[in-house]
């Protein structure tokens, strides 16, 4: 008799387990991130220093949404941690269903390449390097035959309108071109989510607003983007706003109505 009462409890368990397994997975169809309770602590000398202190955030996939808060409140490490630049401390961290909180050096890179593009306010190109090289590169560890690079690569300047700068060096272009090149570079390999850390802060507000069409058009095109920036009007491209403050969510809020909404239909 005890033994079935063991049985069927454990038949329980097993199928709780089974549908949570299952629930997971259809969530990774929609969901870009997921992250949970999610810490970091850098050591410092003999002090820490707490810069995320707990935090949850779900974005589905081909969200559109900036990060904001004033300087050291975290904002870099998140977008670190979200593009698998570095681990948490604690927490947990699911990107596309699966969970990449706890994995080494080597997988971490595996899976930046293939689903995340990472472009930096200060555009981090190699200066030796001409734009077509700069946007090869990340093929290059990928592993990628030398022709189809050469394809992509192409591609993906021309995307973002620099046909005509294949060989130009960094030092030959404008910060809107350079910015550009990082982009392509951060396009190249086709990555779902697009990670972007203060992408405009180099460049004049014209510069910045050319630069916010290409993150627009990727979006449209199916991306996941996320930015941080410190000004509200290259904020107002995306359609949530996450604001952090001392290693903590301060708000989320939806910015935009989405337009099968009720009220949009008003008139
Ligand atoms: P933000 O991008 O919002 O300005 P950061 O994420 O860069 O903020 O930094 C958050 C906090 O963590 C700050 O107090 C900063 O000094 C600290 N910090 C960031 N990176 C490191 C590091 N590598 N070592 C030690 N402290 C760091
Ligand atoms: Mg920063």
Redesign the pocket.
């Known amino acids: 008799m005890a033994h079935r009462w063991w049985l069927r409890l454990r038949w329980r368990e097993i199928s709780v387990e089974m549908r949570r397994e299952l629930e997971d997975q259809s969530k990774g169809d929609v969901m870009a991130i997921e992250i949970k309770d999610m810490v970091k602590t850098?050591q410092?000398g003999n002090s820490e220093?707490q810069?995320l202190r707990g935090v949850s955030l779900e974005i589905e996939k081909n969200e559109y949404i900036a990060i904001m808060?004033p300087?050291?409140?975290?904002?870099?490490?998140i977008m670190n941690l979200l593009g698998c630049l570095d681990i948490p401390t604690s927490g947990t961290y699911l990107l596309e269903g699966k969970n990449v909180s706890n994995l080494n050096d080597d997988s971490l890179a595996e899976i930046r390449n293939q689903k995340i593009g990472f472009v930096f306010q200060t555009f981090n190109l190699l200066p030796r390097a001409d734009v077509f090289r700069n946007v090869e590169l990340p093929m290059v560890y990928g592993g990628i035959p030398v022709s189809k690079r050469k394809q992509m690569a192409e591609e993906a300047i021309r995307r973002v309108g620099l046909g005509d700068r294949m060989n130009h060096k960094p030092s030959e272009l404008s910060g809107g071109q350079r910015q550009r090149v990082a982009i392509a570079r951060a396009l190249v390999n086709n990555p779902s989510i697009i990670l972007a850390d203060e992408p405009t802060g180099n460049l004049d507000s014209a510069t910045g607003e050319e630069i916010m069409a290409i993150f627009d058009q990727l979006h449209e095109a199916g991306n996941t983007i996320i930015l941080v920036t410190h000004e509200s009007d290259i904020a107002e491209h995306a359609h949530r706003v996450v604001k952090?403050k001392d290693g903590l969510v301060e708000s989320d809020t939806r910015t935009r109505r989405i337009e099968w909404e009720p009220e949009a239909m008003v008139n």
Do not use: D, E, N, P
């Not at 300087?71 to 490490?77: A, E, R, Y």
């Open positions: 850098y410092l220093v810069a808060g300087s050291g409140s975290g904002k870099s490490t952090l």
